[in-house]
């Protein structure tokens, strides 16, 4: 089975900052990379996904993540956060053979104004 | 617009009840799942469907059964609840049976069992 590491349970951060949500995965084999975001209150929603092509992959409200097949990574990042992007993040990684995702354990965005 | 809904977005139950848990999405897909979702660990499979009366076991099924007698409709039942499966639940739908496919997840409940 696929693990998902999401090195940083929360990460606080200040309006109109960078940021950089750090997610690794198990598997050497290929996968498919995806980035979902939970705001207060709500279900998840896709922000992004990988699943073959250009190894930088840009998604909704100005987030993008880059594939890295070496590191086993999939880092999300936004150049300039808002008080709106305040929410959990989640990295999944699925088996491109089956409908079967793993998700990591979620990393909270808290941006402060 | 995508839409996956659920019965309840809170519910509190006693130690040894039935739970029913029931999920709807109006988008014909054929794939429904159900999460459990706790602090630190992120989201965990339960059960999921890949067509009408058909189901599969996640990564935790024990204490879990469901049922899919309709498309639209996956139910997530705790025959008997037990404190350890105080929980947010999350139902998703897909499309296709695919790897690559895009999850749509409705808001959740948040079950208490006392």
């Known amino acids: 089975a696929q693990s998902v590491t999401q090195l940083d349970s929360q990460v606080p951060v200040f309006e109109e900052a960078p940021v950089e949500l750090r997610c690794n995965y198990s598997?050497?084999?290929?996968?498919?990379l995806f980035w979902y975001v939970q705001y207060p209150n709500q279900g998840l929603q896709l922000l992004l996904k990988?699943?073959?092509?250009?190894?930088l992959v840009k998604g909704i409200n100005g987030f993008e993540a880059e594939f890295n097949k070496s590191q086993t990574s999939f880092h999300l990042r936004k150049p300039s956060v808002h008080i709106s992007d305040t929410a959990e993040y989640f990295c999944?990684?699925?088996?491109?053979?089956?409908?079967?995702?793993?998700f990591g354990s979620g990393t909270k965005l808290n941006v402060k104004p | 617009d995508v839409k996956v809904t659920q019965s309840s977005r809170y519910l509190v139950k006693r130690t040894g009840e039935k739970v029913f848990l029931e999920c709807v999405q109006d988008m014909d897909h054929e794939n429904m799942f159900w999460y459990r979702q706790d602090p630190g660990l992120g989201l965990r499979l339960i059960y999921f469907?890949?067509?009408?009366?058909?189901?599969e076991k996640g990564d935790i099924p024990e204490g879990y059964s469901v049922s899919r007698e309709k498309k639209e409709r996956f139910s997530l039942i705790l025959e008997s609840a037990s404190t350890n499966q105080t929980s947010m639940y999350l139902c998703?739908?897909?499309?296709?049976?695919?790897?690559?496919?895009?999850?749509?997840f409705g808001p959740g409940t948040r079950l208490t069992v006392l």
């Open positions: 990988y699943l073959s092509g250009s190894t």
């Open positions: 998703a739908s897909s499309a296709e049976l695919a790897g690559s496919d895009t999850q749509y």
């Open positions: 598997s050497s084999v290929s996968v498919y």
């Open positions: 999944a990684v699925s088996d491109p053979n089956f409908n079967k995702f793993y």
């Open positions: 469907s890949y067509d009408v009366k058909m189901k």
